[in-house]
């Protein structure tokens, strides 16, 4: 009774494993079909109409225009420049240059300028960046704002800042932020460079992850057959009497 007993408890967690494992490959490849389609509309949308300063303003869901190209139109908020540290571009090392640009409405959008190397002997100068005057019409995309670095302690507010959140900088300079950045692109000639990286939606990721989950499940239940049954009738053939005189 009792072997009988492990025999199906063994079962049935061999049982829920595999299902469990099967699951979350399948989980795992749900994602990955999910995001080839955002690439696939992230393709369409890159070769849309510009989004302008009024769409964007108008648009009450900003995140439908991720993605898409831009042209705003406003004026730089140059005293409200932040050199966001350590961000690399072309394996070097410098600061991202990130300006607020007031559109006509009163309402603003945080715009990550480029790249701009920095000075290693002092570091807490700060580098010369051209940021004309008056009306200007800006390049780019509009995305999501970038992903944070590791910043232990309490994160600094002065020019030369490890990370930039949007809510967080809105109460601080009291700006109206909109929740979007823009990425600008172009050569402007100010020096800053614009070799942004290309979003990565890590499709193969899940589909490597997938794999694991279902190799995890085969190997489950190559194990339950090899010891419950394989294994004992091995077992039984060799311990039997031998029927040759």
Request: proline share 5%; charged share 15%.
């Amino acid at each position: 009774m009792k072997a009988r007993t492990r025999w199906w408890l063994l079962t049935m967690a061999t049982v829920l494993a595999c299902a469990l494992t099967v699951s979350l490959g399948r989980w795992q490849l749900s994602r990955a079909v999910q995001k080839t389609a955002l690439g696939q509309a992230m393709a369409a949308q890159a070769g849309a109409d510009a989004v302008s300063s009024e769409r964007l303003q108008s648009t009450k869901d900003t995140a439908t225009l991720l993605h898409f190209p831009a042209k705003l139109t406003g004026e730089w908020v140059a005293d409200k420049t932040v050199f966001l540290d350590n961000r690399q571009m072309n394996d070097r090392v410098g600061f991202y240059v990130v300006t607020p640009l007031r559109l006509a409405s009163g309402a603003a959008v945080l715009v990550y300028r480029g790249w701009v190397a920095r000075n290693f002997l002092d570091r807490n100068a700060l580098p010369q960046v051209a940021t004309p005057a008056g009306v200007v019409t800006v390049p780019g995309r509009i995305a999501p704002q970038p992903g944070k670095l590791y910043e232990p302690g309490t994160p600094s507010r002065t020019a030369i800042r490890q990370n930039l959140d949007i809510a967080l900088f809105a109460q601080e300079t009291s700006l109206p932020l909109l929740d979007v950045v823009l990425m600008q692109s172009g050569n402007e000639g100010d020096g800053l460079l614009r070799d942004w990286p290309v979003v990565n939606l890590g499709v193969d990721k899940h589909y490597g992850y997938a794999a694991q989950w279902f190799g995890i499940a085969a190997l489950i239940a190559v194990l339950y057959a090899w010891f419950q049954w394989i294994q004992p009738y091995i077992r039984r053939t060799k311990e039997s009497p031998s029927h040759v005189q």
